[in-house]
């Protein structure tokens, strides 16, 4: 074990000091800040436009709205409202619009099919229609039920909108913690994928070189094997920590508050919450970096290491859809599957263990086979990476891969 | 230190690569392993070296079995390689530590042994940026800087210009003084002369000679002779039905079939009055035993 710590040390050391790890990791760090800082970024442009007229110009001529087109003003709709009932002609609004007096123009008319809004902007793309439509239909509905003779008490009752409430029968759980389980099962994709990933690119790279004759002298294979996937392991969790760290403190500092409400909910993490999203991030993140030692292993060019490492992102990608799959449904009978799993209960178990929809006999279970498959994987990994250090340079197929299993040395 | 390797088999994939192996090391010395390439030789070493497993036979160590831990060894791979990005002083001393050096001692060793080999203007250097000869002093450093008793050097000297060969035998040499068991295996039968005083040759996994070269050496009759005269002696090396294979300004190289054959030419010659300025009657060299022993 000692000597599986001082390998674990110096290829951690050796993988952070690499201007690759440094460049990318900045490159990412300085995404995250940049992505926590959109809405500022936003409001900074809209900040610039300042001087650019925010007025809507609506042009009510038969008086339709009876006066109330001025309430517009007090719904905070992010725009101030200009009501004239003086005729505008295409030509006087587009002079209007391209000397930035007003942002848009809506005339109303009343047609024989019922109420026209003609609304006229500069250019039509996405995003150009600055008001929703549904605000002059109410208005207009408050007009209609005032001629019927109601009074504002009753408009104000039939417009009332419907109490629509849910209600949990079962034990329920934080369902607004689904998205911090989304959030980690985006998190442990991209250590798998980025991280654990370079286990393989470690060890074939120290197969093809000439330095595993000197290594496998030194230090036993499963020392190696096992120090190796510490070691990028380590890394790839100091990279996830430094994400996760600048994502709070960006989301602390520049993130709009009110953005996030009702979406993700941080005062009801419990303890078990924590502690099981821990564990099934270590296990899971262990197990995916010894199926991609046990990959480096077969591996004898490192041209191969791309077509190789591709399977096992598909792998990943399957665990992460099917966990995916049981948090957007609940009742279904694959999410047993998916919390059993070893490639998917990493993803899967954390989100079931919130919404409570995992017993803890399964919880239990499920534990217990991703250790199992960690061991079963790198023992594989240990005694794969032992032959074919014996047999480097020849290709490793699946008839030369059963023999090496049947030799009973290393 | 008493190294015994006897009746030693390995089979690799239903490939037997050891068969039925015996030798032993008993005194400071420079032991020779020879072969062909994929003679089993790496794996008679790793074998002894406690890193793979013997299939059958006895490899003990003053009369215990042999485990990784329990030998103190020093290995010179004849397949070079350094970490290309790291550099010479970090490399080293993880190799120090993953041998069981403390820091510190690491240190004093790494800097004894790269001053030894001129070697410390290079010691901030990353690896890639050295010749392939200085990465070969590197790669021999990585083998003794553990004080090893027993030492695995496979082909030092290829590759390296005259200066640095000559630096590297007199610390072999110097090596074997200070009681280290050196275990050389190379190509350049030469150098194995020059070092070894015991060898075996394996050929297919099997030993085909060993023993002290010396003796080996005495054991063969002289096969050929070497004459430099002052004049053309074609005509009397036909009267005995011979033939020189090389003739370089009356210098000659002429195949024997025995020793006697050899004097009888000698007799011939001096018999018709030829002025000869050298008569060697020679034995084969070890590149001529290896050739005949390994190349059938």
Redesign the interface.
């Known amino acids: 074990m000692k000597?599986a710590l001082?390998?674990a040390r110096?290829t951690a050391i050796?993988a952070v000091k690499?201007k690759s790890f440094k460049i990318t990791l900045a490159i990412i760090l300085l995404g995250i800040i940049i992505a926590f800082n959109i809405p500022n970024i936003i409001k900074l442009f809209k900040d610039n436009d300042s001087n650019k007229n925010d007025t809507i110009l609506v042009i009510d001529q038969k008086d339709i709205y009876k006066g109330l087109l001025e309430n517009l003003n007090s719904m905070e709709l992010g725009y101030k409202f200009e009501i004239t009932k003086d005729s505008k002609t295409s030509n006087e609004i587009k002079d209007l619009l391209e000397k930035d007096e007003i942002e848009a123009a809506i005339d109303i008319t009343e047609e024989t099919d019922g109420i026209k809004l003609n609304y006229l902007t500069e250019s039509i793309g996405f995003g150009s229609v600055l008001v929703d439509e549904s605000i002059f239909t109410e208005l207009y509905k408050v007009v209609k039920l005032g001629e019927l003779g109601l009074s504002e008490k009753d408009i104000a009752y039939v417009n009332a909108p419907l109490l629509f409430e849910i209600t949990e029968l079962g034990e329920g759980g934080s369902i607004n913690l689904l998205g911090v389980a989304m959030g980690l099962c985006m998190v442990l994709f991209f250590a798998i994928f980025y991280c654990a990933n370079q286990v393989s690119a470690s060890i074939t790279q120290e197969k093809t070189?000439?330095?595993?004759?000197?290594l496998?002298?030194?230090?036993?294979p499963r020392?190696i094997v096992v120090g190796k996937t510490l070691g990028i392991g380590l890394v790839g969790l100091m990279e996830v920590v430094a994400v996760i760290t600048t994502a709070f403190v960006s989301y602390k500092l520049f993130f709009p508050k009110d953005i996030l409400t009702g979406i993700i909910d941080l005062s009801n993490v419990t303890f078990g919450f924590v502690l099981i999203s821990i564990i099934y991030f270590i296990l899971g993140y262990t197990l995916y970096a010894f199926i991609y030692a046990l990959c480096g292993s077969l591996i004898s060019k490192p041209e191969d290491l791309g077509q190789a490492s591709g399977l096992i992102s598909i792998v990943a990608l399957i665990g992460f859809y099917l966990a995916y799959f049981s948090m957007m449904n609940p009742a279904s009978s694959l999410n047993k599957l998916a919390s059993l799993l070893p490639i998917s209960s990493p993803f899967s178990v954390p989100a079931r263990f919130i919404t409570r929809a995992i017993s803890i006999e399964i919880l239990l279970i499920s534990i217990i086979i991703l250790i199992l498959s960690i061991a079963l994987i790198a023992y594989c990994a240990i005694k794969i990476y032992s032959s074919a250090i014996?047999?480097y340079g020849t290709k490793v197929d699946l008839k030369?891969m059963i023999?090496?299993f049947k030799?009973?040395?290393? | 230190m008493h190294l015994v390797f006897k009746n030693v088999n390995k089979t690799?994939?239903?490939k037997k690569v050891v068969d039925n192996v015996s030798f032993e090391l008993t005194k400071p010395s420079i032991f020779g392993l020879l072969g062909t390439n994929g003679a089993g030789k790496t794996?008679c070493i790793?074998m002894m070296?406690g890193?793979?497993?013997k299939?059958s036979g006895e490899i003990t160590l003053d009369g215990k079995s042999i485990t990784?831990k329990d030998i103190n060894?020093g290995?010179m791979?004849?397949?070079?390689?350094?970490?290309?990005?790291?550099t010479i002083y970090?490399q080293l001393m993880?190799?120090s530590?993953?041998?069981g050096i403390n820091r510190k001692d690491a240190d004093k060793s790494i800097k004894y042994w790269l001053k030894k080999l001129d070697m410390m203007e290079y010691i901030n250097m990353n690896a890639e940026k050295l010749s392939k000869g200085n990465q070969q002093k590197i790669?021999f450093i990585?083998a003794v800087m553990n004080e090893p008793d027993l030492i695995v050097l496979d082909e030092p000297f290829s590759g390296l210009d005259p200066v640095n060969t000559e630096l590297l035998k007199n610390i072999v040499l110097e090596l074997t003084k200070q009681g280290k068991y050196i275990i050389m295996s190379s190509h350049q039968m030469a150098q194995i002369e020059e070092f070894c005083s015991d060898i075996l040759i394996l050929n297919k996994g099997k030993c085909i000679l060993q023993g002290n070269l010396k003796e080996i050496k005495d054991s063969y009759e002289a096969n050929k002779v070497e004459i430099i005269t002052h004049e053309n002696i074609e005509k009397h090396l036909k009267e005995l039905n011979l033939k020189a294979y090389q003739n370089v300004n009356n210098n000659y190289l002429i195949n024997i079939k025995s020793e006697d054959e050899g004097y009888k030419l000698f007799d011939l010659l001096t018999k018709n009055k030829v002025r000869i300025t050298k008569f060697e009657l020679k034995k084969p060299s070890l590149h001529d035993i290896f050739i005949e022993k390994a190349g059938k």
């Not at chain 1, 070189?209 to 000197?214: L, M, P, Q, V, Y």
């Not at chain 2, 397949?79 to 290309?84: A, D, I, S, T, V």
């Open positions: 000597d001082i390998v110096f050796e690499k070189s000439k330095i595993i004759d000197t496998i002298t030194s230090v036993s020392s014996l047999n030369t023999e090496m030799q009973k040395d290393n | 690799y994939i239903k794996t790793r070296l890193i793979i497993k299939d990784r060894f290995y791979p004849e397949e070079r390689g350094l970490y290309p990005k790291i970090n993880f190799f530590e993953i041998k790669q990585l």
